[in-house]
């Protein structure tokens, strides 16, 4: 396959370097170093808990690391002005879990929001614009729909209009396919690699749906207690010989508190018998 | 924990809040001249005109019943005390001077915590818990100008005009009062109020009402700010806001009116 920016295959987009976050004396993030390069789809795994929403609020800039840095485009963000970083974030475009939709406008206006608030575009063009974008998700008949009245997967596809509103270099998704249906999930892996194959965007997608995962990722990274445990091509990864992979791989329940119980009980035993 | 000990936390919460309103405060008086019309961004100043319609003109009939029911109990308490000297008449004074001055921002004050502050903090946790605020900051717009300087402006402009309106009802409850009990005619009656109302006493309430409308959108906004978790934290929010803000209202209020009689503004005559 080859994308417009195939040929700068290979650099660093987003370069994360010794990240380290913690809450409350709990490590959330540990020393996590993670590259996505451009034009790539990398899809990060991770269980519930295991950091990787902490993560993504880092790479957007929304929390500040204890450790390490984050660079984007070469821009370090964790250090960088208030006004470098506005800069960096017109390169981005994030869709968030549920969409994250203003209720108060209709979808046209959500998707037209940042194109009137950021660039001095005349109406006539920016409506152009959001047209095709809610075409390219295939909403253009739900435009002037407002968010409530729009199911789970509608929402999310308008989020990822709006989040390509403003032609983005990079665009971020957070749980594409969470709570919504084999089909509607399909249908929204097959909308990210539209965009890759139509725009040449950089894809960071988090997520915990594996299917959903091999199916769009070139590459896959995971999250585990706040480390990241493996990246790899999606082939390799799936041969990944490490314990929690394989467990999350084959969808094992998690055996420690059974063990623990056990050996709990058998130390009480052994107690009380001497 | 030793009694010192939480004494002492408990000040640093208390502390922590008031910093944190100070800060708020701050961020949003630098932002609000974004919103007016001309001067502004663009567009801005619509959201204010709808803000100004959510809080300010649906608490219009709440308010007013509010006011009409606590000047007639006003002119039933102090008419029993007045007919036993035969000043029945002085109900006019007293009803005028009480409500332009206190109960008039009062009770308009506290109707509207009762709607607004609740439905604020409603809005902005809801929009914390669904990453809109989140959403903002990461297209590069200012949730502060977007969603908070709004809501401010609407309500430092309508509830000095609900204050206003609510006073007049007041006192119109004393002249159906009057009417009935001693066949005094409109025209007499606002003769009456005419004498007996000052502009000093009518700048003074709509001083406080600004302060009151300040303490609504303000605690409203903190509390909706500050919410975590799930949609079950948008639920505390809300009743924090209407506690905090009724408290801090009359907390005000007493300050407000402490501030006056110490300058001795408040002396009659």
Known sequence: MTTPSAAKAGDAVISIRGVSMSYGGRRVLDRVDLDVCRGEILVLLGGSGSGKTTLLKHVLGLAKPEAGSIAINGVDITRCSQSELSAVRRRIGVAFQGGALFNSMSVEDNVALPLRELTRLADSTIKLVVWMNLMAVGLADAGSLYPPELSGGMRKRAGVARAMALDPEILILDEPSAGLDPIVSAELDQLILFLKRSFGVTILVVTHELESAFHIADRVAMLYQGRLIAVDKKEQFAGHAHPRIRQFLDRQPDAMPRVAAEEFIASYLRGSNT | MTFLEQVGQAAIVQLEDAGALTMQFWSVLLKLPRILPIVGARRRWRSAVEQMLTIGASALPMAGAMSLCSGFILALQSASELRRF?????????????????????????????????????????????????????????????????????????????????????????????????????????????????????????VKSLVFATIIVHVGCLEGLRVRGGPEAVGHSTTAAVVKSTFLIILADLGTTAIFYLMGWSSTG
């Open chain 2, 86 to 206: 035969g000043a029945l008449e002085l109900v006019v004074e007293v009803i005028v001077i009480a409500f332009t001055r206190e109960m008039g921002p009062l009770v308009t004050a506290l109707s509207v915590s009762g709607r607004s502050a609740s439905a604020i903090s409603a809005e902005i946790g809801t929009m914390v818990v669904t990453e809109e605020i989140d959403a903002l900051r990461v297209m590069g717009l200012d949730p502060v100008e977007f969603t908070l300087a709004p809501k401010y402006l609407a309500a430092l402009i309508t509830v000095p005009c609900l204050t206003i309106l609510s006073t007049f009802c007041g006192i119109f409850a004393g002249y159906l009062f009057l009417a009935f009990s001693m066949d005094m005619s409109l025209r007499i009656y606002f003769h009456a109020v005419a004498q007996a109302m000052l502009l000093r006493d009518v700048a003074f309430g709509l």
